[in-house]
């Protein structure tokens, strides 16, 4: 089946680990994911039953950050967690073929570095409004290593951005101008297809429309309907 990783924004983190807090920490961290739109919906048993698709929701605590940690995080956590965490007495029990990563505000910074760091890893990334506030561009170094060759089994096949026109925390121009030079430098759009998304009089929070509304993306990634990729985006097919 399908995995999805969903890195949540910057509400979503939580003070602290549920290992150590116990049920009090865990009530909060639930609290914290119900606001995450892709929790919205998790009391609906026939969802569940219906997509058949794995969601990993790693949760951040304070003073962490998708942005920062972000390298640090895909590599001690995310790709750990699919080399071994999946894996039962059969093997693994997920699509290798069907891993997409997912986020949202800040954890759509998250997004981009797994993308740049491991293409041999992820089938889909989806980045959404990854706005960096103008202020703070011309001091944001360009993060993630280069790299300039596609590994052996590169999967990434599409690489998708949304922006809202009216976003407060930066402008849609200045926020993919720095995307598509972060993406070029690490040579992701060398060997993926981008697709960017701007809506028109959104702002910052503009998830329902991206997550909700778009019937071709919740096809792809829920259902794991790969095959639809090339009639919905014009990325290269498999035959």
Not at 110 to 119: Q, V, Y
Request: net charge negative; with cysteine.
């Amino acid at each position: 089946c399908p995995v999805v990783f969903y890195l949540h924004g910057h509400d979503e983190h939580v003070s602290t680990l549920v290992a150590v807090g116990g049920e009090a920490a865990q009530d909060e961290a639930w609290e914290k994911a119900k606001g995450a739109g892709f929790m919205r919906y998790a009391h609906q048993e026939d969802c569940g039953k219906t997509l058949g698709s794995v969601l990993v929701f790693p949760q951040l605590l304070e003073g962490e950050s998708w942005v920062a940690d972000g390298e640090s995080i895909v590599e001690n956590f995310l790709v750990p967690t699919l080399d071994a965490g999946f894996k039962g007495e059969s093997g693994r029990f997920f699509d290798p073929e069907r891993v997409s990563i997912m986020g949202y505000s800040e954890g759509a910074e998250g997004a981009i570095h797994a993308a740049k760091l491991h293409p041999e890893i992820f089938s889909l990334a989806v980045a959404a409004a990854p706005t960096t506030p103008t202020a703070s561009l011309s001091s944001l170094s360009l993060y993630g290593r280069s790299r300039l060759e596609p590994q052996a089994g590169h999967r990434l096949r599409l690489f998708i951005a949304s922006f809202g026109d009216h976003d407060k925390l930066g402008s849609s121009k200045s926020g993919l101008d720095h995307l598509i030079e972060d993406l070029d430098n690490a040579a992701v759009t060398k060997y993926t297809p981008l697709h960017v998304r701007v809506y028109l009089g959104a702002g910052h929070v503009h998830w329902d429309e991206m997550f909700n509304k778009w019937p071709g993306l919740h096809q792809v990634v829920w259902e794991g309907n790969y095959e639809n990729l090339h009639k919905l985006f014009g990325t290269p097919s498999d035959e």
